[in-house]
């Protein structure tokens, strides 16, 4: 995607950049989450330090709990899960045992309940992010809500998004999205997710909270492996 012009304005909270405010390169899909070699041109935006600061440490504890997921290929983002292995930003899990996991096998570990409000910065901030890419302009001023899906409603939603002319972008094989947007009014949709091949997170705008195809469920667990948890120094 090309680049559109830079804003003066913060992409989050929308105030203006000024001497007293300073603006800083985003990532829009956070650097952290990619293994290395990271893709090129990864999509950067403007926000003011003092958003930056804020989501940080949320895009942290997040791709801590997404890397621990239970995957189909556990050996693919290693150089990620070492580095979750050291930080110190970690949710604790909240029991052990057995656990359909998101892409839908029955599988021993533990599970883990992302912070919702992690949840609905970090994703809003990569949706906010991906409409000024798409649309070259702000997100207009809706409301907007962040979920992990279980795999009932993963399901639900790939149907959606199949049955639907939405285009599936793949940015490397730690980050697939999709948008599933009206041309005419994009302020109001669902953003699906998904990390690592192994968590699903939809994002719903505007008046697709309430009247959209696919209700906001509840905030859900994931279902970790226990594996790199143990592994962290204690
Ligand atoms: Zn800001």
Redesign the pocket.
């Known amino acids: 995607m090309r680049r559109p012009k830079r804003l003066p304005v ?6 203006a950049f000024s001497a007293s ?1 300073a603006h800083t390169d985003d990532h829009i899909i956070p650097k952290g989450f990619y293994s290395q070699p990271k893709p090129k041109n990864l999509m950067t935006w403007w ?6 600061r804020e989501l940080n440490p949320r895009e942290e504890r997040l791709r801590n709990i997404f890397i621990s997921a239970h995957s189909h290929k556990p050996g693919l983002f290693k150089d990620v899960a070492e580095k979750a292995s050291r930080s110190a930003r970690w949710e604790a899990p909240l029991r052990s045992g057995w656990f359909r996991s998101q892409t839908g096998i029955q599988v021993p570990g533990a599970i883990s309940m992302p912070d919702p409000i992690d949840v609905t910065m970090v994703f809003g901030k990569i949706t906010r992010g991906l409409f000024y890419f798409k649309h070259e302009r702000l997100l207009g001023d809706v409301p907007l809500i962040a979920r992990v899906l279980r795999p009932e409603h993963f399901d639900v939603l790939v149907d959606l998004v199949t049955e639907l002319p939405v285009k599936i972008d793949v940015m490397g094989e730690e980050f697939e999205w999709a948008a599933v947007c009206p041309d005419e009014n994009p302020d109001h949709g669902i953003w699906v997710y998904v990390i690592y091949g192994a968590v699903a997170i939809a994002v719903w705008t505007g008046d697709f909270i309430t009247l959209g195809p696919f209700p906001v469920p509840e905030p859900t667990p994931v279902v970790i492996t226990d594996s790199i948890r143990k592994s962290r120094p204690r």
């Not at 913060?10 to 105030?15: D, N, S, T, V």
């Open positions: 913060c992409g989050l909270c929308g105030a405010l926000v003011c330090l003092p958003c930056q």
